[in-house]
């Protein structure tokens, strides 16, 4: 009778299993402990493997504990996924809210519900790459009835102090770069961030990406989209490398913000991945580049049908830091040069056409 009486019982949590209602009797709660957490569809670093992303804070029933990975699953979902158990805690951490950076309250926004501070987490793929990286970028979540649930880093070019003086490494490799640049053909390590141009009125090329970011991620914003922001003062202590990882580990596409050194007024453009085939086998530029060659695309697209000039075919082939470290799809766009107007009204043209770029990457309809 006891034997029957047991069998009855495990039928019954295996059906409740099977409807989903309630979490079986062996799993423990767990709470998301990271500014954002991606789930997987099997225990594995592989970027087709990333099926969403939780917030800090978010409830789980831990189904197994396999060391490095643990399989989980949310409250309103019948399927278990995969998630690091590192980024997992007992205790429920406190919110994603509240002030995004120490001593400075959050920008406001109409559209913004909740900042939180992300730096550069040690156990991101290519961290160890990065030899400055002591600052925060802040994530803006968007609060809005238009939320589409997609992320985009907006990254002002340059504006890091001494930047230009440390060295990091041109790709994971240790291989040296395919094509010429800032830093020259053949090179393997580059500066962490360099300062910049100067335009030809005297102002310094940092300023002027930076009040283009801040412009997007405010277009960004109104239009639905969640906005992690790499810099918002004249000094964000982290280098290119640093940038990008974070990025690609809290956003779903990365676009930094820059002005060309030449003189020529001579338009947008987008810097591509170098046609190189030793280069494009080189991961992770081998498993994106693709990516970030059609969101460039998308960008000169929107930028044009804005009314805004466009360099000879758009693109310009460049081995840079950013796309030899993006798992994301990732884009260097140059929004002119040193003699391009710069005023508030080009700067909202150049705003428009980014978003209209932006949503012909995602498919997102005005």
């Known amino acids: ?46 970027a087709d493997a990333v099926l969403g992303r939780y917030e800090r804070g978010t409830k789980l029933e831990r189904i197994a504990n396999q060391g490095e990975w643990s399989e989980v699953r949310a409250e309103d979902s019948k399927i278990t996924v995969y ?114 141009m100067t335009f030809a009125d005297g102002t310094p090329e940092h300023e002027v990406t930076l009040a283009m970011a801040k412009l997007l991620k405010d277009k960004l914003l109104a239009a639905g989209y969640d906005v992690l922001m790499i810099r918002e003062g004249s000094d964000i202590q982290l280098d290119n490398v640093a940038r990008t990882v974070i990025a690609n580990n809290n956003a779903d596409c990365h676009i930094a913000l820059h002005w060309d050194s030449t003189e020529k007024d001579k338009g947008c453009f987008f810097m591509s991945v170098p046609s190189n085939q030793t ?23 929107g930028l044009k049908a804005a009314g805004n000039k466009i360099f000879s075919s758009g693109s310009m082939e460049m081995d840079l830091t950013q796309t030899s470290y993006s798992t994301i799809p990732s884009v260097d766009i140059e929004l002119g040069d040193k003699k391009s107007d710069h005023s508030q009204e080009t700067l909202e043209k150049l705003g428009e056409g980014l978003l209209d770029g932006i949503n012909r990457y995602f498919g997102v309809s005005k």
Request: with cysteine; hydrophobic share 35%.
């Open 1 to 46: 009778m006891k034997t029957k009486k047991r069998m009855i019982g495990m039928l019954g949590v295996t059906a409740i299993l099977a409807f989903g209602s309630v979490f079986p009797a062996w799993a423990d709660t767990v709470y998301v402990d990271a500014s954002s957490l991606n789930f997987r569809n099997r225990p594995s670093m592989d």
């Open 83 to 196: 998630v690091a158990s590192r980024y997992l805690t007992t205790t429920a951490p406190e919110a994603n809210a509240g002030t995004g950076r120490a001593g400075q309250k959050p920008e406001e926004s109409p559209y913004v519900d909740k900042t939180w501070e992300v730096g550069l987490d040690a156990a991101y793929p290519y961290a160890s790459f990065s030899k400055i990286s002591s600052g925060k970028a802040i994530y803006y979540h968007n609060g809005s009835e238009k939320r589409n649930g997609k992320v985009v880093c907006v990254n002002a070019g340059h504006g890091t102090k001494g930047g230009s003086s440390v060295k990091t490494q041109c790709h994971p490799d240790g291989s040296a770069k395919v094509t010429g640049g800032t830093t020259g053909a053949g090179a393997t390590q580059a500066a962490a961030v360099s300062s910049g």
């Open 279 to 301: 280069y494009r086998a080189m991961e992770p530029v081998a498993s994106h580049w693709q990516s970030h060659n059609e969101l460039g695309a998308c960008l000169i697209e």
